[in-house]
């Protein structure tokens, strides 16, 4: 055992060694080992998505005793020798270790023990205890399930809650696990329960301070994780005012993704560096541990996925130590990832993957970069440019666009000028990637088709670089399909891909483009193809799972080095030291267009200008990293527009500086006023909508936020005003007022999902001429896409 770990106890907010000395904690997650979650592994299908399923297949097919031993065949390989290695190199001193029940206790006999229960636990903290590394030990998943997730190993049960049974089992559980490891000083914290977000956060508290009850029965000097809800932690009492001793909160943070923003600097730069005002982020945390007195653990964020290698490096070095600079335990999701196409290429979820092989050359989706208009090469889930030949001789292959939406949302995606080229004699072997016409293309699908417009003239739905007519694929439903085209390739010869693709406002949707040795099928989906495409588990034989597994555990890695460079280097990144934000930013309307112009920012190299239809929110770059001080927009169209400026160095950017505006357009009414075209506005976010005009909506109101809509009435009267809402779970809504007063109060109904969308109506009173009409939020949960104003009949 190393010398370097003893054991660890809290010091108010810090995680400290038996020494007294302050110990930080930087790790990452080994996802996927002790409780499989599907999509890190490319097997992620309809069929069987979670654990629970898969274990309930394999009961079926070949016996309990047999789906445990593929079950250990599968841990065997998924962390290895090499892995244990690699995560040393990364320069961790923690991991974090997820583990489902049932990998201890015996589902058939329960409260028993199986008799292999501490193999892997025993094995991982003693490989994790000779590199010098704590570990921290996450129940990601109790018996029943604390959540609906897929990560809860159950997708759809969240039974904790309900079952006393299950809560005692856990309770239990947790005992033997203290039992073994009390005395075992690599052993740093226990999470009792991983998101635990399937009841109320005042229930949580007192569930999880029962399991820090049922440890400290056995174990008093382990420090004990109290999980953190979705809405936090106030529901929490202070540690030391309810007898609570070692113990730290956790919580998880995903800037850029599930909601929060979207991926890009912006959004990490804001939580990082607290916001504009210095008092939001990383900051309004640290306020809250302060007054909890309690260490932090981050136990789960995603600071490289999608920002490429350099910025993605960058930004994760930053991130782990602000983390450290409060104190916080971090620990990253996740440390390894196989995808069906390999490569790290834009930065996968995992800081290693499998190499890149042939099959998916270059993917999209709204998950990940939501509004995307990029070259296939720079796409932000997946990019190559260049690929080689993976079969002898002379073979056909098929070229497959593959484009689609699930989960009720919404696809609306353009490609052009899609070309494959011999590096070797410079010949274009695709016919038709101007997509003027059909030609050359056969159309497929797995379940529902998309809309196919091979000769888009609209040029707002046009990817940037795009020349002359557009592919355009469109649709409402679930959709999953495309086209393809057979290509002739040489063996070992390299060849160039190349091409333009933009979304158009989907929700829940992805673009992807494929090269695969098998002709698509109708009703079958297109897949990458190698050893880890997704296998069958319902038919696949016995040897062809065992081959699966195994692979897992002797694929060549790609791992993310400019990563591990940034993690081990001496100093830290500078991408987090910001130029000066741009000072006096002034506006004049003249016959050639908006013209900007700005004081120069001390330290910056360049400067960004963005624009907005709204005040305050929906700002996107139209120009930049520029050297001038001065810009000329003439882009403009008949509406009022919103500026700001920011400063660059390198990677980093300033926070914007002042706002200007255009003269403000009244909306004529009657119409239809987007919900994003605000005139004015407090505390209003926006996010993709997937409602059949697409678009934007507001969303992540809270109690007090407002916007304002500048509007103009042909005539005084009595209109009626129909609003476009959502609500998971409905809302007290909101009130309506013209020129501040009153004109009435609208609950929202719950219409099941935050994109399932209804139409309800009211009555405002309007003067003559322009108005203002605002929407004061009395509760939260709802969302509004539009309204519409049109006279009383």
């Known amino acids: 055992m190393s010398p370097s770990l003893t054991r660890l106890h809290t010091d108010g907010t810090q995680w400290v060694n038996a020494d007294g000395q302050q110990v930080l904690l930087k790790g990452v997650n080994l996802g996927n080992w002790l409780l499989q979650e599907f999509w890190m592994m490319g ?63 015996d589902e058939q006999n329960p409260m028993t023990l199986h008799d292999d229960a501490w193999q892997y636990l025993d094995a991982a903290i003693a490989e994790a205890e000779a590199r010098g590394i704590y570990v921290i030990l996450d129940l990601h998943g109790a018996v029943g399930a604390q959540g609906w997730e897929h990560h809860s190993g159950c997708a759809g049960h969240n039974l904790y809650w309900e079952t006393p049974e299950y809560q005692a089992r856990t309770e239990w559980l947790w005992q033997q696990i203290a ?106 945390w640290d306020e809250k541990l302060q007054q909890l007195d309690a260490p932090f653990l981050v136990g789960e964020f995603q600071p490289w996925s999608g920002l490429g290698p350099e910025l993605g490096a960058e930004i994760t070095r930053a991130t782990y ?85 699930c989960c009720d949302g919404a696809l609306d995606v353009s490609l052009d000028s899609l070309s494959i080229v011999d590096e070797g004699t410079g010949s274009e072997l695709l016919v038709n990637g101007g997509f003027g016409e059909e030609s050359g293309w056969t159309r497929w699908h797995q379940n529902m088709p998309p809309t196919l417009e091979f000769n888009n003239t609209d040029a707002a739905k046009a990817p940037s670089g795009s020349e002359g007519p557009t592919l355009r694929m469109s649709g409402t439903a679930d959709i999953n399909g495309g086209i393809y085209q057979p290509v002739t390739l040489e063996g070992g010869r390299n060849y160039r891909l190349s091409g333009v693709f933009k979304d158009n406002g989907s929700t829940s949707a992805w673009a992807e483009i494929y090269l695969v040795a098998s002709q698509p099928m109708d009703g079958a989906d297109v897949l990458a193809e190698g050893p880890f495409s997704a296998l069958d588990f319902n038919a696949a034989s016995k040897e062809e799972i065992e081959t699966l597994f195994r692979a897992f555990g002797s694929t060549p890695y790609d791992v993310h080095e400019t990563a591990r460079e940034a993690l081990t280097a001496d100093r830290g990144s500078d991408v987090l030291d910001l130029p000066d934000s741009p000072a006096q930013l002034i506006l004049a309307e003249t016959s050639e267009g908006n013209q900007l112009s700005w004081q120069a920012s001390e330290g910056a190299s360049g400067y960004k200008v963005y624009r907005s239809a709204s005040s305050g929110a929906g700002f996107i770059p139209i120009a930049g990293p520029i050297a001038t001080t001065n810009y000329l927009d003439t882009d403009i169209g008949n509406q009022t527009l919103y500026y700001r400026v920011t400063a660059t160095r390198g990677y980093a950017e300033s926070y914007p500086g002042n706002e200007v505006a255009t003269a403000a357009v009244a909306v004529p009414l009657p119409g239809r006023i987007q919900a994003e075209s605000f005139s004015a506005m407090s505390g209003i976010q926006l996010e993709n909508c997937s409602d059949t005009d697409g678009g934007l909506n507001v969303a992540w109101l809270d109690p007090g936020d407002w916007l304002e809509y500048r509007v103009s009435a042909p005539a005084a009267g009595t209109y009626t005003i129909r609003y476009r809402l959502a609500s998971n779970g409905g809302s007290d809504g909101f009130a309506t007022s013209v020129e501040g007063a009153t004109a009435h109060s609208l609950a929202v109904p719950d219409t099941g999902d935050w994109q399932s969308w209804t139409t309800v109506a009211a009555t405002v009173d309007l003067p003559a001429g322009e108005s203002i009409l605002r929407l004061d939020a009395i509760a939260g949960s709802w969302n509004l896409n539009w309204l519409e104003v049109a006279a009383e009949p």
């Open 43 to 105: 097997q992620s299908t309809e069929a069987v998505n979670d654990q629970c399923t898969l274990e309930g297949i394999f009961d079926t097919r070949f016996g309990f005793a047999e789906r445990e031993r593929l079950m250990d065949l599968f841990r065997d390989n998924w962390i290895t020798q090499r892995d244990w290695d690699l995560i040393q190199s990364f320069g961790f001193n923690a991991i974090r270790l997820p583990f489902i029940w049932n990998l201890l206790e």
């Open 179 to 284: 039992g073994r490891y009390a005395d075992r000083p690599a052993v740093a914290a226990y999470g009792v329960l991983n998101e635990p977000w399937g009841t109320t956060p005042e229930n949580l508290a007192v569930e999880a301070i029962e399991l820090y009850d049922a440890i400290r029965q056995v174990d008093d000097s382990t420090i004990v994780i109290l999980p953190g809800h979705s809405a936090g932690l106030d529901a929490y009492p202070r540690p030391a005012d309810a007898g609570l001793s070692n113990v730290a909160f956790e919580m998880h943070f995903y800037p850029g993704i599930f909601g929060w923003g979207e991926i890009g600097y912006p959004v990490h730069r804001d939580w990082l560096t607290c916001g504009e005002n210095g008092r939001g982020g990383v900051c309004e």
């Open 321 to 405: 130590d602000t983390y450290a600079s409060f104190g916080w335990a971090s620990t990253a999701w996740s440390y390894k990832l196989i995808t069906n196409q390999g490569g790290e290429g834009n930065g996968t979820w995992g800081l290693v993957t499998n190499e890149q092989g042939l099959g998916l050359l270059a993917k999209a989706d709204t998950w990940a970069c939501p509004g995307w208009d990029s070259a296939l090469e720079n796409a932000c889930s997946s990019a190559r440019s260049r690929f080689t030949a993976d079969r002898a001789g002379s073979q056909t292959y098929f070229l497959v666009v593959k484009f689609g939406s």
